[in-house]
């Protein structure tokens, strides 16, 4: 049987006979171009045996095609009347496992009962398995989201979402410009990073007051692996970046407060050739992760 074709008046009749409707707080707002839906899917080149989360389920469209594509699905949905819509969707697919409920257990990590499933579920694959994130993120879990699953195990070897486009220039930024952040820093560091492709508001069901994009991070794990401490990299650059205007070295002394005196900031930025009118946002990423190492060396040093 055909798929009734997916569009906002589709949707908005489909979400009302059920009693529902967008809520705003969630992020909520729907996909409505399958054929975008389809670009999704096969941006993330899946395989049967790839283990897959998305966050976000909705009404399971992107699910749906997930499940036709990988080994298993995750899917996390925090609207319980969604969830409750998208397992009657979604009933039947055998490699789909739908949970309700908030995939963050604080800002700063995912819930560790999704990570021990998806371990379960590569561990039923074999060693080749892959982990990804795929996903029409909601808008406001999408930083932390993403951030967090680059410090968890198994971190996923690659991730393909929606986003904002905001979010998707600052990741993907090049230094001296203004979208060069910490953020930046932290996921070049660990992946080679793209943008697919730019959505306007239209294609979405409510429509955003924004663009979105499709990214696509794929993890390199020589990268990853080269960073000695990954929760000492990810604190410090941050930190130089918390006042992104001002020099460098206030900016280093500031991150170093109590571990680090200023001859000391001073003998590491002059090891490394900078000078006192550097700031950290003309860095490369080759040269954020040279300071940082430098200084948590100096760090251990003195330890």
């Not at 170093?256 to 009118?277: A, F, I, P, W, Y």
Request: charged share 25%; hydrophobic share 45%; proline share 4%.
């Amino acid at each position: 049987m055909n798929e009734p074709r997916q569009t906002a008046s589709y949707l908005s009749k489909r979400l009302a006979a059920a009693g529902l409707r967008p809520v705003s707080k969630y992020g909520q707002n729907f996909l409505i171009d399958l054929n975008l839906v389809d670009l999704i899917a096969n941006s993330a080149e899946l395989r049967k045996t790839d283990v897959v989360l998305e966050i976000g389920t909705g009404v399971g469209s992107l699910t749906s095609r997930l499940s036709d594509l990988a080994g298993a699905v995750l899917s996390v949905e925090i609207d319980l009347n969604l969830h409750q819509l998208a397992s009657e969707e979604l009933a039947g697919r055998l490699n789909v496992k739908l949970i309700q409920g908030d995939a963050l257990r604080n800002k700063n990590a995912l819930r560790g009962d999704l990570m021990e499933l998806i371990a379960d579920a590569m561990a039923r694959i074999g060693d080749e398995a892959r982990f990804l994130l795929v996903a029409n993120l909601p808008y406001n879990v999408a930083t932390p989201i993403i951030s967090n699953l680059l410090h968890e195990t198994p971190t996923p070897d690659a991730m393909v979402v929606t986003i904002q486009k905001e979010l998707a220039d600052r990741i993907v930024a090049v230094p001296s410009t203004k979208d060069y952040s910490a953020l930046s820093i932290w996921i070049q560091s660990l992946c080679d990073a793209e943008i697919v492709r730019v959505l306007g508001p239209k294609v979405f069901w409510p429509r955003p007051k924004v663009d979105s994009a499709v990214i696509r991070l794929v993890l390199d794990r020589e990268r990853r692996d080269a960073i000695p401490d990954l929760d000492y990299f990810h604190q410090t650059v941050r930190a130089l970046f918390f006042h992104r205007r001002k020099y460098l070295r206030s900016n280093v002394i500031s991150a170093m407060k109590n571990r680090l005196n200023k001859n000391q900031v001073d003998q590491v930025l002059q090891s490394l050739g900078h000078g006192e009118t550097a700031r950290a946002e003309e860095l490369t990423v080759a040269q954020i992760q040279a300071l940082v190492e430098a200084l948590r060396q100096a760090e251990a040093q003195q330890g």
